[in-house]
C-alpha cells in the first residue's frame, strides 16, 4: 500500500469514529508540492469544517491531536493554513525506499484494461499524424502493467468499406507488381492516383464501390488482393514500431473484423426501438442527452465509424470482459466519443466497463501551425524519424568525435528517436504541442537527451565504484544533508507518481516527477563528492546515486525509452 493510501485509510477511521455522518467526497490525501509542507498533505480539515460548521484550522488541529498513535510512521504532524501536513519518520521512509514500486503498487483485484490506439488505414504509409496516439498509448499500455493490471493493446486498423475497394480496384487498374513484393509505398501511390482521378472519372467511384460489394461477399480474387494488402501493411507498419520502441500490439482487429456483429447490431437496434429511420439513414435519437444523433447506417447502407465503434464495444464485452477501455484518439473526435460513449449507457451494452477518450492536442510546426502537410503531402513518420536520427548523430559527434560509427549510430539512433518521443510525452496531452527540434535535443531542460545524460553520470560513478546493490540502514540517514534527504524523499513519492499518471491517463506527471528527480541529482552531483567521500558516506552516498539512477531508468521504461549506460 501506498504512504498516501495507508494515510488516507487511517483518516478515514478516524473520521468514521469521531463523525460517523460526516462525508467525504472531496477528502483527499497527495503529495506536497514543497518540502517544506512535509511529504503529504490532506485537505480533510476544510472538508469536515463545511460540514460541521466550524472554522477549518480548528477542525485540523483536533485531527492532528487525535493522529498521536501515528508517530511511528511520521516524524512530524503540523497544522499550517488549515491543511494537515505529515513529514515520514526516517523508519516508515526506508521500509518504503525498501519496497519494490510494484508491490506497492499491487492491488487486490487484477483488473484489465483494453487500450485502443494509433489505428492507421491500411495501404497508407504512417504519418506524423499517427505519433502521438501511438506514443501516449504505448506509455498508458506500459504504466497499467507497471501497475498489475492485465494490459490488451488492439491497434484498430481502418481495413474495410471503400477505403478497401478503391485500393482493390486501383490494384487492379494500375499495378503490374506481384501482391508478395506489393510495398505499402506503392499501395499509397496507387491510392493517391486513383483518388485523384475520381473527380474527372465518375466510373471509377463506380468501380470502388463494385470491388467493395465483391469484397464484402467474399468473392475470391478480391479477398486474396484484400489479404495481401493488410498483412503488406502491417509489416510496414511494425517495421516502425520497432523503431520507435512500441510493444508489440496484441490484436489487429481492424473494421473489417466487426462486420457480422455490425451487420447484426443495426437489424437488433431497430427491432428494439433503440434506432430509427431518418431520411432512409438509421440513427440513434441522443435528443434526451441534449447530443445530436449518432448515425449508424448511410442512406446506401453503408456502416459509419459509429456502427463499428458500437460492434467492438459489444465484442470486447463478451470476450475479455474489461474494466477500463481507453481510446487514445485526437481532440477533434470529443463530440463523437461523447454520442458513442452516450448510447452505450443508454443502452447498458457495457455495465461494468468504463470507456474513456484518452483526447490530445495537434503537433505543431515551430511556426505554431498544424505540422501535417508539406507541398500538399503527409510528412512520413519515416521522414521524421530519420530526420531525429541525424540531428542525434550530429550533435553526438561533434561532442566526441573518436566515436566509432557502430557506436555513433547507436548512441544517435537510441537519442534521437527518444527525444522526439519524450517531447510528446513531456507535455499535457490535452495541449497542442510545438515540434522544435532544439529543444527536443537539448542537454538542458525538460528534454530526453538531459535524462540520458543524467542517467549516463550517474552510471559513470557507479562504474567506477564497482558498486553492488546494498541497502540503505538508519544510520545512513543521519550522515545525509537535507539535500540529500530531499533526493529521498522525492524517490518515496515514485510509486505515487505512476499511480496519478494512469488514474488521470497523463503520463507527463511521470516526466515531470523524473525531471524533477533528475535536477535534484544534477544539483547533488555538482555540490557533493561521492567517490572522494568518507568510507561511511561514500556507501551511503553511492546507494542514493544507484537508487536515483534505477528510478531514472525505471521511469524512462515506462514511455519505451531505452537508457544508455555511457555516450
Request: charged share 30%.
Amino acid at each position: 500500500m501506498l504512504a498516501s493510501e495507508f494515510l488516507k485509510s487511517e483518516l478515514e477511521k478516524l473520521v468514521k469514529k469521531n463523525l460517523p455522518e460526516a462525508k467525504l467526497g472531496d477528502f483527499s490525501v497527495s503529495v506536497s508540492e514543497r518540502p517544506e509542507f512535509g511529504d503529504y498533505t490532506t485537505n480533510l480539515a476544510f472538508v469536515l469544517a463545511k460540514q460541521t460548521k466550524q472554522s477549518p484550522f480548528l477542525v485540523a488541529e483536533d485531527t492532528k491531536k487525535d493522529l498521536a498513535n501515528l508517530d511511528k510512521y511520521f516524524s512530524k504532524i503540523e497544522v499550517k493554513n488549515g491543511y494537515i501536513n505529515f513529514f515520514l519518520s526516517p523508519d516508515f521512509l526506508l521500509k518504503i525506499l525498501e519496497t519494490s514500486p510494484e508491490k506497492l503498487l499491487k492491488a487486490k483485484k487484477k483488473k484489465r484494461v483494453i487500450i485502443d490506439y494509433s489505428s492507421p488505414n491500411i495501404g497508407k504509409q504512417l504519418s506524423i499524424a499517427h505519433i502521438r496516439s501511438t506514443i501516449i498509448g504505448d506509455a498508458l499500455a506500459r504504466i497499467y502493467g507497471f501497475l498489475g493490471w492485465q494490459v490488451i493493446s488492439d491497434n484498430h486498423l481502418g481495413d474495410w468499406g471503400m477505403l478497401a475497394g478503391r485500393l482493390i480496384a486501383a490494384y487492379k487498374k494500375y499495378s503490374k507488381t506481384s501482391l508478395a513484393k506489393l510495398t505499402i509505398e506503392q499501395m499509397n501511390q496507387l491510392y493517391v492516383k486513383f483518388t485523384g482521378s475520381e473527380k474527372d472519372n465518375p466510373e471509377l467511384t463506380e468501380s470502388a464501390k463494385q470491388e467493395t460489394v465483391k469484397l464484402q461477399n467474399q468473392d475470391k480474387e478480391n479477398l486474396a488482393i484484400w489479404k495481401a494488402l493488410l498483412k503488406n501493411s502491417i509489416k510496414e507498419f511494425e517495421k516502425h514500431y520497432q523503431l520507435l520502441g512500441i510493444r508489440k500490439f496484441d490484436y489487429y482487429h481492424g473494421e473489417s473484423f466487426y462486420q457480422k456483429i455490425a451487420e447484426k447490431l443495426v437489424n437488433d437496434f431497430q427491432k428494439k426501438g433503440w434506432a430509427e429511420s431518418s431520411q432512409g439513414a438509421v440513427i440513434i435519437d441522443l435528443a434526451d442527452k441534449s447530443l445530436p444523433a449518432l448515425m449508424i447506417q448511410k442512406s446506401d447502407q453503408a456502416f459509419l465509424y459509429a456502427t463499428n465503434d458500437l460492434a467492438t464495444i459489444i465484442y470486447r464485452e463478451k470476450q475479455f470482459k474489461p474494466d477500463l477501455v481507453l481510446y487514445v484518439v485526437a481532440n477533434e473526435q470529443a463530440l463523437y466519443f461523447e454520442q458513442l460513449f452516450t448510447a452505450v449507457k443508454k443502452f447498458n451494452l457495457a455495465p461494468k466497463t468504463k470507456l474513456v477518450h484518452v483526447k490530445f492536442g495537434m503537433l505543431l510546426g515551430q511556426d505554431k501551425k498544424k505540422l501535417s502537410t508539406r507541398s500538399g503531402r503527409s510528412i512520413l513518420l519515416e521522414e521524421v524519424l530519420g530526420q531525429a536520427i541525424s540531428r542525434a548523430k550530429k550533435i553526438a559527434k561533434h561532442k566526441n568525435p573518436e566515436l566509432s560509427e557502430k557506436r555513433l549510430n547507436k548512441i544517435a539512433r537510441i537519442v534521437g528517436i527518444n527525444a522526439a518521443k519524450y517531447n510528446d510525452l513531456c507535455q499535457n496531452r490535452n495541449t497542442d504541442i510545438v515540434f522544435d527540434w532544439d529543444k527536443m535535443l537539448s542537454l538542458e531542460g525538460n528534454s530526453g537527451p538531459y535524462l540520458q545524460y543524467t542517467y549516463v553520470r550517474l552510471s559513470n560513478i557507479l562504474r567506477r565504484a564497482r558498486f553492488r546493490k546494498i541497502k540503505l540502514a538508519k544510520k545512513d540517514l543521519t550522515l545525509f544533508s537535507e539535500d540529500e534527504t530531499a533526493i529521498l524523499r522525492k524517490l518515496v513519492q515514485f510509486p505515487e507518481a505512476v499511480k496519478q499518471s494512469a488514474e488521470e491517463y497523463l503520463p507527463n506527471l511521470i516526466a515531470s516527477y523524473v525531471f524533477e528527480l533528475a535536477n535534484l541529482a544534477n544539483s547533488f552531483y555538482e555540490k557533493y563528492p561521492v567517490l572522494k567521500a568518507e568510507r561511511k558516506l561514500r556507501k551511503a552516498r553511492l546507494i542514493l546515486v544507484f537508487k536515483v539512477a534505477e528510478t531514472i531508468k525505471t521511469c524512462l521504461s515506462l514511455f519505451g525509452i531505452e537508457v544508455l549506460d555511457r555516450i
